[in-house]
């Protein structure tokens, strides 16, 4: 069974810093590459960062691109994002994501992180 946990979320102020984590287990986690998603309030999901199944190589969305990190430890099973300059509109549950099956769409996440930045 796949099993993704988030952890790491909480209330920061603008400007500040967070390190989100995930937790993977029931699959090959090296196998596959990774996503962050997050959803703000009243929103559908978001597309937030990737990184390849060996982790040499991500991509970020616009609106976090230069102030979120992606990255990953193969051998703990372990996704991370770290986040800088966190700007009020970054408020949002985080999910780490995974896609096994060809098509649209993620087929697994977890139960997600909030991320709350607020002044």
């Known amino acids: 069974e796949v099993q993704l946990v988030e952890s790491g979320g909480g209330l920061v102020q603008p400007g500040g810093s967070l390190r989100l984590s995930c937790a993977a287990s029931g699959f090959t986690f090296s196998s596959y590459a990774m996503s962050w998603v997050r959803q703000a309030p009243g929103k559908g999901l978001e597309w937030v960062s990737g990184i390849n199944n060996r982790g040499d190589s991500t991509t970020d969305a616009d609106s976090v691109k230069g102030r979120f990190t992606m990255s990953r430890d193969n051998a703990k099973n372990m996704l991370y994002l770290q986040m800088n300059s966190l700007k009020p509109e970054d408020t949002a549950v985080y999910y780490c994501?995974?896609?096994?099956?060809?098509?649209?769409?993620?087929?697994?996440w977890g139960q997600g992180t909030q991320v709350t930045v607020s002044s």
């Open positions: 994501a995974l896609k096994q099956i060809a098509g649209p769409g993620y087929d697994s």
